[in-house]
């Protein structure tokens, strides 16, 4: 049991060969720049106990699904062709038919 470590040290150790050289990969720019400003937890939690922005959001958008649900619930079965304009949509219909037969 003992000889099971050291393969897999020496298994891993065969492995990093074929790592790729990553220093050259970031730019100058990259490397001069400064760390990154870390932000207080107690206002980022503050933030998530007060309703952040998301919920806010997420309210508004089912808001808006449940209104347009609503809108095409209430135009269900109306027609928005009144009775003139269909018929003559449908005579030219039956004239391009019969164009294209012949």
């Known amino acids: 049991m003992r ?22 990969t ?4 990259a490397q001069d720049a400064p760390y990154p400003k870390l932000a207080p937890l107690g206002g980022l939690l503050a933030k998530s106990e007060a309703g952040t922005t998301i919920v806010k959001q997420t309210e508004s958008f089912e ?12 135009l269900k079965g ?4 009144d009775g003139a304009t ?3 949509l ?13």
């Open 86 to 88: 269909r018929l003559k």
């Open 90 to 102: 449908l005579e030219a219909s039956r004239r391009n038919a019969q164009r294209i037969q012949g």
């Open 3 to 24: 000889i099971l470590p050291l393969i897999v040290v020496l298994a891993l150790t065969g492995c990093a060969q074929n790592l790729p050289e990553l220093r050259h």
């Open 63 to 74: 808001a808006r699904v449940a209104f347009l649900k609503r809108k095409a619930n209430a």
């Open 26 to 29: 970031i730019s100058a720019e």
């Open 78 to 81: 109306r027609t928005i062709i």
